[in-house]
């Protein structure tokens, strides 16, 4: 029997939330080391000391964001991959997956690429496991279109990756939304995995 969600319980669901999203717009924005607890609850409209309530402190809440961010595009890839598409458009459909999760979650893009050396070696380990299954996926998906060894197709994939992963850095966020972005990237992604040698 599963246990009825309260209104305090979703409140503090919400305010989680909250902490998590404006959190990884700060880092983003300023690095992990230019932010505080305090700039933080200010951003959700708690004091500093109340973050306490939801995290341990401002490097178990980007362990949180990392270690989720990870774990949310394992399990979309893995969604996309188990379709029943034929390879090639399976692979098109990973892209276009990746594709729109980059320009939606570009600021912990961002925190990625900049502040993955602030984790916890916990944390750490388990982003890196989730990346390498990731990446493990797409190899999978990749190998039935291009005759390579897995060292080739591990350099497409990461190379493909670069590529997407840029958005945050190449385009600015008015752009991120547009259809044609999307598209383009899409394009570019997948005749880079395609490419011949």
């Known amino acids: 029997?599963?246990?009825?969600v309260t209104a305090r319980d979703r409140a503090k669901l919400e305010r989680?939330?909250?902490?998590?999203?404006?959190?990884?717009l700060l880092f983003a924005d300023r690095g992990y080391t230019g932010v505080s607890l305090e700039d933080i609850g200010a951003a959700v409209g708690v004091s500093g000391p109340a973050v306490y309530r939801h995290f341990a402190g401002k490097q178990a809440l980007l362990g949180a964001i990392l270690v989720q961010v990870s774990h949310d595009l394992l399990s979309g890839g893995r969604a996309v991959a188990d379709s029943d598409h034929d390879d090639d458009a399976r692979m098109d459909a990973l892209v276009r997956f990746h594709v729109g999760f980059a320009l939606a979650n570009a600021p912990v893009i961002q925190v990625q690429d900049r502040d993955v050396a602030h984790l916890s070696d916990s944390d750490r380990a388990q982003v890196r496991r989730l990346q390498r299954s990731y990446v493990d996926l797409w190899i999978d998906c990749l190998a039935?279109?291009?005759?390579?060894?897995?060292?080739?197709?591990r350099l497409r994939v990461q190379a493909c990756f670069g590529l997407i992963n840029s958005t945050p850095h190449s385009t600015r966020s008015a752009a991120r939304g547009h259809t044609s972005t999307a598209e383009v990237l899409a394009a570019m992604?997948?005749?880079a995995l395609r490419a011949a040698t």
């Open 1 to 4: 029997m599963t246990t009825p």
């Open 16 to 24: 989680t939330d909250a902490i998590l999203h404006h959190a990884a």
């Open 189 to 191: 992604a997948s005749a």
């Open 144 to 153: 039935p279109l291009r005759s390579a060894g897995t060292d080739e197709l």
